[in-house]
């Protein structure tokens, strides 16, 4: 069952920089581990990194850091990604999760997170 909405992604240059943003209807995410991952097309999926209820963020995925950066707004409930330089090996879909046994830690990735539907990132020129 889809939890969370993500939105922002979209067709981009590279160089090019998106913004993609998780959010729901269910919860207040005040204090919730957040954790962005992506699936590229016959590819295993990649935690990307996780920001917590503290505003404390996990290590980057080795191939991201320096170009992508996560934030929070909780007057918003949302989640943010900031995608920036980006490049043609990001192409993937990109996900929000949160951790189905504690919602205060950082979701791992398991089938049972919490999941959104996801939203495609695509960069070519």
């Known amino acids: 069952q889809v939890r969370f909405v993500e939105s922002g992604g979209g067709l981009v240059q590279p160089g090019g920089s998106l913004r993609l943003s998780c959010t729901t209807s269910?919860?207040?995410?005040?204090?919730?581990?957040i954790g962005w991952f992506r699936q590229a097309p016959g590819k295993e999926r990649e935690a990307i990194s996780c920001?917590?209820?503290?505003?404390?963020?996990?290590d980057y995925l080795e191939a991201v850091k320096g170009r992508f950066t996560v934030s929070r707004d909780n007057a918003k409930n949302t989640i943010y990604l900031q995608m920036n330089n980006l490049k043609p090996e990001d192409t993937s879909i990109y996900y929000c999760?949160?951790?189905?046994?504690?919602?205060?830690?950082?979701?791992?990735?398991?089938?049972?997170?919490?999941w959104g539907q996801g939203t495609q990132v695509t960069v070519t020129s």
């Open positions: 999760a949160a951790n189905y046994l504690a919602t205060t830690l950082c979701p791992t990735g398991h089938s049972e997170d919490y």
């Open positions: 269910r919860w207040n995410l005040a204090w919730y581990a």
């Open positions: 920001i917590r209820g503290d505003g404390s963020v996990s």
